[in-house]
């Protein structure tokens, strides 16, 4: 097997606007830590993958088909052997259009998709040997956030490395689940945070200073141990960023311990399939679209402030939205997923551009038996699938989240109806 790696600076200057948060003030302040988009560039026999992976809250379809397209065109490579996927970090340029949580940056977004193909070129440009190695390690950091009846957590930290003859390693993927909203919505700083931190802290951390992709996993319900809420009011003093930097270096630790501990695939058997889901709607009309938002409304009926100002601003800018869409002639209530197979030797990575929370991957490994990882905000994010049971408990994820991603609350039952299209592809694909 051969790879190829590359890192690429898309830090943008100061003055942007952050995704993620209703509650920040905006645009951006200044620049606490870098954003850069890691490429990994394999090659076995015939087979090649390309893994694009940024220091962002994710992608639309539009700009990831784009990129692909591109890819195809300048490289030769097919869909099924490329994958984008995004950190999620909350202080980072708008690369997806949410209400009142960050403005959409196209002149960025034009940027990035320059930079990935820089990233792309430059991964492929010298490829040395190197064996592969599967591995897993724990981290305890992750929590519930909603602290309901159903609460899971998924310590599990994959890993698969990349060593060269000399025993220096050349590239590392890692998975681990959690939001990375340790720099929390007052912070106003440009920041990769916790993933960004344990990337850059455990490629110090291993020999030959590896490039290190710190993927997210099916991490929807999931939160830093003391980051709980979506809606934290703004402060004027400074956050700090003591905690970012402590739980990024534990999640370094554990990749480096899960490194150590990971063993030579003789055959890696590179393989992955590409497929579509669509992600099923509740079909609301016009007045139930109205029925909702003023249901929503109540729940900063009685209070004032910047928050509960913001919160029903997006209300309102959601259900006008809404109406003017549903009532569009070629208007269907779905959303298309992509969903990627990837398997590296005997493990498996499930690509999926959602929330998706956590209860999946342990979903999956009881169902097929074997070594598998979710990762989250891959080829587009789609916004939260959650299973039957949290519909039950309702919270954010469930009842709200939905209008700020400006589209309609997701089915009961879509959770289960992916992971049985999963289980079939992993099966059979």
Same mark, same amino acid.
């Given at each position: 097997?051969?790879?190829?790696?590359?890192?690429?600076?898309?830090?943008?200057?100061?003055?942007?606007?952050l995704?993620?948060?209703?509650?920040?003030?905006?645009?951006?302040?200044?620049?606490?830590?870098?954003?850069?988009?890691?490429?990994?560039?394999?090659?076995?026999?015939?087979?090649?993958?390309?893994?694009?992976?940024?220091?962002?809250?994710?992608?639309?379809?539009?700009?990831?088909?784009?990129?692909?397209?591109?890819?195809?065109?300048?490289?030769?490579l097919?869909?099924?052997?490329?994958?984008?996927?995004?950190?999620?970090?909350?202080?980072?340029?708008?690369?997806?259009?949410?209400?009142?949580?960050?403005?959409?940056?196209?002149?960025?977004?034009?940027?990035?998709?320059?930079?990935?193909?820089?990233?792309?070129?430059?991964?492929?440009?010298?490829?040395e040997?190197?064996?592969?190695?599967?591995?897993?390690?724990?981290?305890?950091?992750?929590?519930?956030?909603?602290?309901?009846?159903?609460?899971?957590?998924?310590?599990?930290?994959?890993?698969?490395?990349?060593?060269?003859?000399?025993?220096?390693?050349?590239?590392?993927?890692?998975?681990?689940?959690?939001?990375?909203?340790?720099?929390?919505?007052?912070?106003?700083?440009?920041?990769?945070?916790?993933?960004?931190?344990?990337?850059?802290?455990?490629?110090?951390?291993?020999?030959?200073?590896?490039?290190?992709?710190?993927?997210?996993?099916?991490?929807?319900?999931?939160?830093?141990?003391?980051?709980?809420?979506?809606?934290?009011?703004?402060?004027?003093? &400074?956050?700090?960023? %003591?905690?970012?930097?402590?739980? $990024?270096?534990? @999640?370094?630790? /554990?990749? #480096?311990?899960?490194?150590? *501990?990971?063993?030579?695939?003789?055959?890696?058997?590179?393989?992955s399939?590409?497929?579509?889901?669509?992600?099923?709607?509740?079909?609301?009309?016009?007045?139930?679209?109205?029925?909702?938002?003023?249901?929503l409304?109540?729940?900063?009926?009685?209070?004032?402030?910047?928050?509960?100002?913001?919160?029903?601003?997006?209300?309102?800018?959601?259900?006008?939205?809404?109406?003017?869409?549903?009532?569009?002639?070629?208007?269907?209530?779905?959303?298309?997923?992509?969903?990627?197979?990837?398997?590296?030797?005997?493990t498996?990575?499930?690509?999926?551009?959602?929330?998706?929370?956590?209860?999946?991957?342990d979903?999956?490994?009881?169902?097929?038996?074997?070594?598998?990882?979710?990762?989250?905000?891959?080829?587009?994010?789609?916004g939260? &699938?959650?299973?039957? %049971?949290?519909?039950?408990?309702? $919270?954010?994820? @469930?009842?709200? /989240?939905? #209008?700020?991603?400006?589209? *309609?609350?997701?089915?009961?039952?879509?959770?289960?109806?992916?992971?049985?299209?999963?289980?079939?592809?992993?099966?059979?694909?």
């Amino acid at each position: 097997m051969k790879i190829g790696t590359s890192v690429i600076d898309i830090t943008p200057e100061p003055g942007v606007e952050l995704s993620g948060f209703l509650a920040r003030v905006q645009p951006s302040l200044g620049i606490h830590d870098r954003l850069a988009v890691r490429a990994l560039y394999l090659e076995d026999g015939g087979q090649r993958l390309l893994w694009l992976h940024a220091d962002l809250i994710g992608y639309t379809r539009e700009l990831v088909a784009e990129v692909k397209q591109t890819l195809a065109a300048r490289f030769g490579l097919r869909r099924d052997e490329v994958v984008l996927s995004a950190t999620h970090t909350h202080s980072g340029p708008a690369t997806i259009p949410l209400i009142n949580a960050g403005t959409y940056d196209t002149g960025y977004v034009d940027r990035l998709g320059r930079e990935m193909l820089k990233a792309a070129a430059e991964a492929q440009c010298s490829p040395e040997p190197a064996e592969m190695l599967v591995g897993e390690g724990r981290c305890a950091l992750a929590v519930d956030r909603r602290g309901k009846v159903s609460a899971h957590a998924d310590p599990r930290l994959g890993v698969v490395a990349w060593r060269r003859t000399d025993g220096s390693f050349a590239g590392v993927l890692a998975n681990y689940p959690i939001h990375h909203v340790a720099m929390r919505a007052d912070n106003r700083s440009i920041s990769a945070d916790m993933a960004g931190r344990a990337a850059a802290t455990a490629s110090t951390g291993l020999p030959g200073n590896p490039v290190v992709l710190v993927t997210n996993g099916a991490c929807g319900n999931l939160n830093p141990p003391s980051v709980t809420s979506e809606f934290i009011q703004p402060t004027a003093s &400074l956050p700090t960023f %003591a905690p970012m930097t402590r739980w $990024g270096d534990q @999640i370094a630790a /554990a990749i #480096v311990a899960a490194v150590s *501990l990971t063993e030579v695939v003789p055959q890696p058997r590179l393989h992955s399939v590409l497929a579509e889901f669509d992600v099923r709607l509740q079909p609301f009309d016009a007045g139930q679209i109205r029925d909702h938002a003023a249901k929503l409304r109540l729940v900063y009926a009685q209070e004032t402030g910047y928050v509960a100002d913001r919160y029903r601003e997006s209300v309102d800018l959601w259900e006008r939205r809404m109406i003017a869409r549903v009532g569009q002639p070629d208007w269907c209530p779905r959303i298309p997923v992509d969903v990627q197979i990837l398997r590296f030797g005997e493990t498996t990575w499930v690509c999926l551009g959602a929330e998706v929370f956590s209860v999946m991957a342990d979903d999956l490994r009881s169902r097929l038996g074997r070594r598998l990882y979710v990762v989250g905000y891959a080829n587009g994010d789609a916004g939260y &699938l959650a299973p039957s %049971a949290a519909y039950d408990e309702g $919270g954010y994820e @469930i009842e709200s /989240a939905f #209008v700020f991603y400006g589209g *309609l609350p997701v089915e009961r039952g879509e959770f289960e109806r992916l992971r049985d299209r999963v289980t079939d592809l992993v099966r059979h694909g």
